[in-house]
């Protein structure tokens, strides 16, 4: 099991850029799937991006559309988002997730969550 910290979310207007980080702490990191998920207020949770454990596949929803990249960094326990050309719409709480199973898009099939950290984007 691992602990998750989320950090980097705040407020930006619409265009600009955010990097959201997620801290790991558990030896087993580096075997984890890790994604970033968010929900908007009275919004189902919605798949951001998802990257495996090692860091050479991601999948990204359709929404991305070429404008978030996940990364990670397993050497220091991290993984990150990139967030550009943000939308009013991307406004949503993001939470850090992971599993030591898959690389999915289905938010039910990951185990281990932070507390999120809330971007707001004004138009």
């Known amino acids: 099991q691992l602990q998750l910290v989320e950090s980097g979310g705040g407020l930006v207007q619409a265009g600009g850029s955010l990097r959201l980080s997620c801290a790991a702490s558990?030896?087993?990191?580096?075997?984890?799937?890790m994604a970033w998920i968010r929900q908007a207020p009275d919004k189902e949770r919605e798949f951001v991006a998802a990257?495996?454990?090692?860091?050479?596949?991601?999948n990204y929803a359709d929404f991305v559309n070429g404008r978030f990249t996940i990364s990670r960094d397993n050497a220091k326990n991290m993984v990150y988002l990139q967030m550009n050309s943000l939308k009013p719409e991307d406004t949503a709480v993001y939470y850090c997730?992971?599993?030591?199973?898959?690389?999915?898009?289905?938010?039910?099939?990951?185990?281990?969550w932070g507390q999120g950290t809330q971007v707001t984007v004004s138009s």
């Open positions: 997730a992971a599993n030591n199973f898959v690389l999915t898009s289905d938010p039910d099939r990951y185990d281990d």
């Open positions: 558990g030896r087993t990191f580096s075997r984890h799937y």
């Open positions: 990257i495996s454990d090692n860091g050479d596949l991601a």
